[in-house]
């Protein structure tokens, strides 16, 4: 079983562990709901011990821990459930392959009931030999460091990285502060190497490559607006999902997505209160400024060492468009790269999106760009995208 699929197991059962115990608070052991939610916690068991004979939680700071995971995307609306096994005294709780209905029943009655009584040491060893839980397991613990450090690197980071699901936090992380690192050095000078970069670049093709579906949903959810970085971290990003799906190898993936993520460089040229100020915004002296970007990124990355000829030819062309009415102007028989194609288009839909004033559907953000499918933006891959986002 995938690490992305265990996560998203142990979530399920801690959910439906929740229900059944707020069912049985309203209906006794053997009421119909409670026996059919009874049969889905075993069906999820069940399924997890097809691979593995033990399903161990720990309670951290109101966090279910799994596997050295916290479970940020369910247990912030389970703040009662978590408190159920902190009035027992329950740190650490686990599922033995073997456990039977009648065993998982009782454990919710016990939840269930008045727990002042239960206050001593060893009082879990009571519980255990009463119930006599023989596949249960029910803990106290001397909390170790690293899940405390766990805990607590989430809620220092939650308002910037703890939205993303765990497959993809750690490697978005990496880039977008390694992204941020080397674009504050470079507007201080026009010189750097960017071999960091690379290293960025094939790490998270790497570990993003099994996860894109993750992060493409959570991007649409949330539409993702961490920083000063973030349209050059998400288009990066959503190219390598695109990119994907379009069934490009790695080594070209990898390319492709160093150049998506450097393609706006050339906005360093431009006065701190353009770098992030939206098209739309920008005055007609502003805007002069803002169509010279493409030619000041190529420039600068021309004499930077160890940047790869597409990353230049992407960051020049990726406004040029299809129909060539973009900037800079370029020779009516120069056809631009596919690679510039796929990035402005990629670009495009993250900025939609992003600034967008509400949530919409994927294919209304779609339906904003259809217009300019064959003039802006190349009809085969735009039609590509479309397929790719929506269906």
């Given at each position: 079983m995938e690490p992305k699929e265990l996560i998203q197991k142990s979530e399920s059962l801690i959910t439906?562990?929740?229900?059944?115990?707020?069912?049985?608070?309203?209906?006794?052991?053997?009421?119909?709901?409670?026996?059919?939610?009874?049969g889905n916690v075993m069906g999820i068991l069940d399924n997890i011990f097809m691979v593995y004979t033990e399903v161990a939680f720990v309670i951290v700071e109101e966090e279910f821990i799994f596997e050295n995971e916290p479970l940020f995307q369910t247990v912030p609306i389970m703040r009662e459930f978590v408190e159920v096994f902190e009035n027992f005294?329950?740190?650490?709780f686990a599922f033995l392959k073997g456990i039977t209905s009648p065993e998982i029943s009782a454990f919710?009655?016990?939840?269930?009931?008045?727990?002042?009584?239960?206050?001593?040491?060893?009082?879990?060893?009571?519980?255990?030999?009463?119930?006599?839980?023989?596949?249960?397991?029910?803990?106290?613990?001397?909390?170790?460091?690293?899940?405390?450090?766990?805990?607590?690197?989430?809620y220092n980071?939650?308002?910037?990285?703890?939205?993303?699901?765990?497959?993809?936090?750690?490697?978005?992380?990496?880039?977008?502060?390694?992204?941020?690192?080397?674009?504050?050095e470079l507007s201080k000078s026009k010189r750097g190497d960017l071999t960091i970069f690379d290293k960025q670049i094939d790490q998270a093709v790497d570990d993003f490559y099994d996860y894109t579906d993750d992060f493409v949903d959570k991007f649409h959810t949330l539409k993702m607006g961490l920083g000063e970085r973030d349209h050059d971290v998400n288009v990066c990003e959503l190219t390598i999902a695109f990119g994907k799906n379009l069934g490009l190898e790695r080594t070209s993936l990898k390319q492709l997505s160093l150049a998506a993520l450097l393609?706006?460089?050339?906005?360093?040229?431009?006065?701190?209160?353009?770098?992030?100020?939206?098209?739309s915004m920008?005055?007609?002296?502003?805007?002069?400024?803002?169509?010279?970007?493409?030619?000041?990124?190529?420039?600068?990355?021309?004499?930077?060492?160890?940047?790869?000829?597409?990353?230049?030819?992407?960051?020049?062309?990726?406004?040029?468009g299809f129909d060539k009415k973009g900037f800079p102007?370029?020779?009516?028989?120069?056809?631009?790269?596919?690679?510039?194609?796929?990035?402005?288009?990629v670009e495009r839909y993250e900025t939609i999106v992003r600034l967008s004033p509400e949530h919409l559907?994927?294919?209304?953000?779609?339906?904003?760009?259809?217009?300019?499918?064959?003039?802006?933006?190349?009809?085969h891959l735009f039609d590509a995208f479309a397929s790719f986002l929506t269906e």
């Open positions: 439906n562990l929740y229900s059944l115990y707020k069912i049985r608070l309203l209906y006794p052991s053997n009421h119909p709901r409670f026996i059919e939610s009874l005294h329950i740190e650490r919710i009655s016990l939840l269930t009931t008045n727990s002042n009584d239960i206050k001593e040491e060893e009082s879990l060893k009571y519980i255990h030999k009463k119930h006599e839980f023989s596949h249960l397991l029910l803990e106290r613990l001397a909390k170790p460091e690293t899940l405390s450090d766990i805990v607590n690197q989430y980071e939650k308002s910037v990285y703890g939205i993303l699901p765990p497959t993809v936090r750690t490697q978005y992380r990496n880039l977008y502060e390694n992204t941020k690192i080397i674009f504050n393609h706006d460089i050339g906005k360093l040229s431009l006065p701190p209160n353009l770098q992030n100020k939206p098209v920008l005055s007609p002296k502003e805007m002069e400024l803002y169509r010279q970007h493409p030619i000041n990124g190529a420039e600068r990355l021309l004499v930077l060492d160890n940047v790869p000829s597409l990353a230049v030819i992407v960051c020049y062309e990726h406004h040029i102007t370029t020779m009516k028989d120069r056809k631009p790269h596919f690679a510039s194609y796929m990035v402005n288009l559907k994927r294919e209304e953000y779609i339906a904003e760009m259809l217009p300019y499918r064959g003039l802006e933006f190349e009809p």
